[in-house]
């Protein structure tokens, strides 16, 4: 089944405890990105990827790393997260690499983190 | 300063009419318009996109109208069905930028039997 999975789906941690959310997909898509979910906020961009080594910002970087050394995952990485990074992140691939080439994004399930 | 503007929290209307979706853009350099629907406890699911050099599409039940002089898009459902209850999403990007999509707030739609 063609998917985008999300690991963990659910978490708690405490300010500053490094954590790593995964992402892979299994279509064989050259675009991933990652996005937060916030109430009255929308969907906003973390970061993009459009080929493995390839890397850039979205508009909401701050605080966030990524790394895309295999085309399938597009791991997430929060070095020391702080409480105004709780929030629901969700995780997306397209054929890309253009992402306007289809524009259409497949979405993991999303990952609920809490940071106290 | 957001960029994608779904200036409607929520939505409700009766099966069977006609659900309308709005959402007004900032950025002149948008070119491609896109709605996605988003479940609870789901990622977001694409629904409908639309060319600047168009200024309708549809698909089914569902018809995007865009308005470049108003900068402003519009999702029709119809006939609205329960299960079109959903959070709605439109999203942008421009020609120049080929990675970034630029998503509205949301509007909650609830379509009641």
């Known amino acids: 089944e063609a998917q985008v999975t999300q690991n963990p789906r659910y978490l708690i941690t405490v300010t500053g405890k490094k954590l790593t959310v995964t992402c892979s997909q299994n279509m064989n898509h050259e675009y991933m990105s990652w996005y937060r979910q916030d109430p009255g906020l929308g969907l906003r961009q973390i970061y993009y990827?459009?080929?493995?080594?390839?890397?850039d910002k979205g508009d909401v970087p701050e605080g966030y790393k990524v790394s895309r050394k295999e085309k399938r995952n597009f791991p997430l990485i929060l070095e020391s997260p702080s409480p105004n990074q709780t929030s629901l992140y969700f995780c997306?691939?397209?054929?890309?690499?253009?992402?306007?080439?289809?524009?259409?994004?497949?979405f993991g399930e999303g990952s609920r983190l809490t940071v106290l | 300063d957001q960029q994608v503007k779904q200036n409607s929290p929520s939505l409700s209307v009766q099966e069977g009419r006609i659900s309308i979706l709005n959402c007004d853009y900032t950025?002149?350099?948008?070119?491609?318009f896109l709605w996605y629907k988003k479940y609870p406890a789901e990622g977001p699911t694409f629904l409908i996109s639309i060319s600047s050099i168009k200024d309708k599409n549809e698909d089914g039940r569902f018809t995007v109208f865009l308005n470049k002089s108003a900068k402003h898009l519009s999702l029709h459902i119809v006939p609205s069905q329960p299960g079109d209850s959903a959070v709605y999403f439109c999203?942008?990007?421009?020609?120049?930028?080929?990675?970034?999509?630029?998503f509205g707030q949301g509007t909650t739609l609830q379509v009641k039997p």
């Open positions: 990827s459009m080929n493995v080594e390839v890397t």
């Open positions: 999203a942008a990007m421009t020609s120049g930028n080929t990675g970034k999509l630029i």
């Open positions: 997306a691939s397209s054929y890309g690499p253009r992402l306007r080439d289809t524009g259409e994004l497949f």
């Open positions: 950025n002149s350099m948008f070119d491609y």
